[in-house]
T-cell receptor, first 117, second 109 residues
């Protein structure tokens, strides 16, 4: 149980294009999902907290107009990197917390490797 | 948010028991302690979670003293496949988790 999937697992795009990454909780409902970014040999950096049916809360320094987050249902959150540039190349990871269970442990997806040419 | 401090790296040999200690001096009353394992180019994998005393599952044990200002992850009889980065996190109730640098464990033959 508590499986989180991400799609795609890796994507290569040209500079200036937009890329959408999906995060799904496969066997549980998640009121809250989180998006992280990780650079090589570095730790995970929280980008935003996404609550179903409401606007995401972004961490300081994360551009909300560049990283669009939509949490339309209790099992799906999407991150869209708009007008991607090479500096956006990174490993993007989502996590989901099980609704209604205490403690509400976060379970992580396998990550999406984004390469912007 | 409770800040955590862990050793940056540890070395061990196959078959040994590995104990990784995490310091979290300003842990809040409602905070749980959770440990994750991460391999390169993969998302973190949940290992174990606890609030106080001792928790054991099929892969690890978690020891938490009464003051809860630290915790120790114990991996019995490690193998080469346990080489990974281990993160200790403290938090509560779907609140955001802040990852520290983690501990890079290298298991040698």
């Amino acid at each position: 149980g508590a499986v989180v999937s991400q799609h795609p697992s890796r994507v290569i795009c040209k500079s200036g294009t937009s890329v959408k990454i999906e995060c799904r909780s496969l066997d549980f409902q998640a009121t809250t999902m989180f998006w992280y970014r990780q650079f090589p040999k570095k730790s995970l950096m929280l980008m935003a907290t996404s609550n179903e049916g409401s606007k995401a809360t972004y961490e300081q320094g994360v551009e909300k107009d560049k990283f669009l987050i939509n949490h339309a249902s209790l099992t799906l959150s999407t991150l869209t990197v708009t007008s991607a540039h090479p500096e956006d190349s990174s490993f993007y990871i989502c996590s989901a917390a099980i609704s209604g269970r205490m403690p509400d442990t976060q379970y992580f997806g396998p990550g999406t490797r984004l390469t912007v040419l | 948010l409770a800040k955590t401090t862990q050793p940056i790296s540890m070395d061990s040999y196959e078959g040994q028991e590995v104990n990784i200690t995490c310091s979290h001096n300003n842990i809040a009353t409602n905070d749980y302690i959770t440990w994750y394992q991460q391999f390169p180019s993969q998302g973190p994998r949940f290992i174990i979670q606890g609030y106080k005393t001792k928790v054991t599952n099929e892969v690890a044990s978690l020891f938490i003293p009464a003051d809860r200002k630290s915790s120790t992850l114990s991996l019995p009889r490690v193998s080469l496949s346990d080489t990974a980065v281990y993160y200790c996190l403290v938090g509560y109730s779907s609140y955001k988790l802040i990852f520290g640098s983690g501990t890079r464990l290298l298991v040698r033959p």
